[in-house]
């Protein structure tokens, strides 16, 4: 597994293409509504976003994108609107993991889990251990997941491991419990949907990541929207606390090339 970097602590590389793409996928109830369909359809149309996404990212040389699947807070949502949520999850799973894992990708789930049915983690947990062994992208689905909570149970499980750095620690020595420990931050943060917040989503992860926010819903969400993200990205000069002339003699990171994705995902 890569490994981890933190925007605050190491200056990163410039690259042409992100690293890591993270994605709160908003719209999906307001893109049914505005053709008078069930919520649940937005949802539905949401997921067929997500596999275009996930190739068009491949085809980018994204190596990371973790999406904003079911917050901590939607639990708030209509009763009905949350069972539906929750059994989609479980259906994707269920059709979804064996095609991520014969294009090579590697799937995860981060979030309190503990809120879930034991099918649903039973369901999860095979996901990861089949694809686990592989690179071609690392895919994460944040579900029942906060920021809020990521900082809590992180400094929860330093206080069990290393009881003895509670009285003075570093970002290093809280880092490796977060639950994206295995992933650099994020370097372009996209939200769809006409939003303009972060909502609770990798607030450590995200402190130097560029920020992309849309008015196109998630379902129309497609390969040329996440090129003109993309696009956006390259114009911004990401300083990590610099100022622009130390920037003039840095080399460019290429990144990958493109690859082709099989007929089969």
């Not at 949802?43 to 901590?72: M, N, P, W």
Request: glycine share 6%.
């Amino acid at each position: 597994m890569p490994q981890s970097l933190s925007s605050t602590r190491e200056i990163l590389g410039k690259s042409i293409i992100p690293r890591h793409i993270a994605i709160v996928m908003d719209g999906n109830g307001r893109w049914a509504k505005k053709r008078f369909l069930p919520r649940v359809t937005g949802h539905r149309k949401g997921v067929e976003a997500v596999r275009g996404i996930i190739k068009a990212c491949i085809e980018q040389g994204v190596e990371f994108l973790t999406l904003f699947a079911f917050s901590s807070e939607n639990w708030r949502r209509p009763e009905e609107e949350v069972t539906f949520l929750l059994q989609l999850f479980v259906n994707t799973l269920e059709h979804e993991v064996a095609k991520l894992n014969e294009n090579g990708i590697c799937f995860k789930v981060i979030g309190d889990l503990s809120k879930f049915d034991a099918r649903t983690v039973t369901f999860i947990r095979q996901g990861e251990e089949l694809t686990a062994n592989n690179n071609r992208l690392i895919f994460t689905v944040a579900a029942n997941y906060g920021g809020r909570w990521d900082i809590m149970q992180a400094i929860q499980k330093m206080m069990i491991h290393s009881p003895g750095l509670m009285e003075n620690f570093e970002e290093a020595d809280l880092a490796k419990y977060f639950a994206m420990s295995y992933a650099p931050d994020p370097d372009l943060f996209i939200r769809t949907g006409g939003e303009c917040r972060i909502s609770n989503f990798l607030l450590w992860q995200l402190a130097y990541a560029e920020l992309y926010f849309t008015d196109t819903l998630w379902p129309d969400f497609d390969a040329h929207a996440l090129d003109l993200a993309i696009k956006s990205y390259q114009q911004r000069e990401r300083r990590f606390g610099r100022i622009s002339e130390q920037l003039q003699n840095m080399p460019v990171e290429k990144g990958m090339t493109k690859i082709a994705i099989k007929k089969n995902f």
